[in-house]
């Protein structure tokens, strides 16, 4: 089992940077994808990025140039760096970890998750 727990969310006004962490503990000896999704009410909850073992990274289409994920693999800690952000950014965010491939980035193939942490854009 690996426990997942993130961090660094919060209000920031449109056009601002937000830096999300996620630490995983546990059973982290197996090198698999990790990735960040994110979530409303009104919305399924969709793939931002993922990035692999060997460092290869994946972003939604929509957030390429703003987002960025990535990881320090010696001390287990997820990165997500977002930027230019904008309202329709506003949503849960979650960690997962533990797909065998760097795509799809699809939720059921994610077996280890966080609890979420919230970011919310507006002004």
């Known amino acids: 089992q690996v426990q997942l727990a993130e961090s660094g969310g919060g209000s920031v006004q449109p056009g601002g940077s937000l830096r999300l962490s996620c630490a995983a503990s546990?059973?982290?000896?197996?090198?698999?994808?990790m990735a960040w999704f994110r979530q409303t009410p009104e919305k399924e909850r969709e793939g931002v990025a993922a990035?692999?073992?060997?460092?290869?990274?994946t972003v939604l289409d929509s957030l390429r140039g703003r987002f960025a994920i990535s990881a320090d693999n010696a001390k287990n800690i997820l990165y997500l760096q977002m930027d230019s952000l904008k309202p329709e950014d506003t949503a849960m965010y979650y960690c997962?970890?533990?797909?065998?491939?760097?795509?799809?980035?699809?939720?059921?193939?994610?077996?280890?998750w966080g609890q979420g942490t919230q970011v919310t854009v507006s002004s």
């Open positions: 990035i692999d073992p060997d460092g290869r990274t």
């Open positions: 546990g059973d982290t000896s197996r090198n698999h994808v």
């Open positions: 997962a970890a533990g797909a065998l491939r760097l795509v799809p980035v699809a939720a059921p193939l994610y077996p280890f």
